[in-house]
């Protein structure tokens, strides 16, 4: 069964500090995702991606967010300067018709820790 | 979107079926319902989804009342891999609109 696959599992990094995030979705897919999870908390919705442009975004989306679908198989998640509360599990997730007959395939998650 | 309302936990018995309640009494004539389930730390799983008539798949059955306003996923034969939290998202369908998780309910199977 098709996957989306995300990179690195796990990341650490030192706040201030850039990260990127990545995800291959599922090839035929045509609408993109990225959430988080805080540890014990909601899956919240940041972003999504169609037409190589960000559709919906939600306020946790702020300017120290970017996507990019750089080379028509990968989308990435840029955060420009992490924070302490940035820390949480980021769902890529990718859908074909955007849930019209099939709902989101979510990946495994990247777990972002900021020390 | 609709806002939803579902248990915070449900046991239910391995091999028994397991009927997750939702009410969405606001749901308007053009949202669908959606089930969702995430499995401890994994990313969430869609499992089925639909408008007014019952639906099944290989994963579960959906139950929605005539009036909309409530719906049921049934897992005919539970087992321990099911325990996970379930999210019911009503939502218009098709476009590039995120999802709206709320709590959902954790579903405990019992050996």
């Known amino acids: 069964e098709p996957e989306v696959t995300q990179t690195p599992s796990h990341q650490v990094t030192q706040m201030g500090q850039e990260v990127i995030l990545r995800c291959v979705p599922i090839?035929?897919?045509?609408?993109f995702y990225w959430y988080r999870q805080i540890l014990g908390q909601k899956v919240e919705f940041l972003v999504s991606?169609?037409?190589?442009?960000?559709?919906?975004k939600s306020e946790i989306f702020d300017d120290q967010f970017s996507v990019e679908r750089p080379d028509g198989s990968n989308f990435t998640l840029k955060i420009r300067s992490t924070k302490l509360e940035d820390s949480a599990m980021y769902f890529c997730?990718?859908?074909?018709?955007?849930?019209?007959?099939?709902?989101?395939?979510f990946g495994s998650g990247t777990r972002l820790t900021v020390v | 979107d609709a806002k939803t309302t579902q248990p915070t936990s449900m046991d239910c018995a391995e091999g028994r079926a397991a009927n997750l309640p939702c009410n969405h009494s606001?749901?308007?004539?053009?949202?669908?319902v959606y089930w969702y389930r995430q499995i401890h730390s994994q990313g969430p799983q869609y499992i089925i989804h639909?408008?007014?008539n019952n639906e099944t798949n290989e994963m579960a059955s959906l139950i929605i009342t005539e009036d909309r306003k409530s719906s049921t996923l049934i897992l005919p034969h539970a087992t321990l891999r099911d325990t996970a939290v379930y999210y019911c998202i009503v939502r218009v369908v098709g476009g590039a609109d995120g999802l709206t998780f709320g709590k959902g309910t954790h579903l405990i199977i019992q050996p």
């Open positions: 090839s035929n897919h045509l609408y």
């Open positions: 639909g408008l007014k």
């Open positions: 606001t749901i308007s004539g053009n949202e669908y």
């Open positions: 997730a990718s859908s074909v018709d955007g849930q019209v007959n099939y709902g989101y395939t």
């Open positions: 991606f169609y037409n190589n442009e960000i559709s919906e």
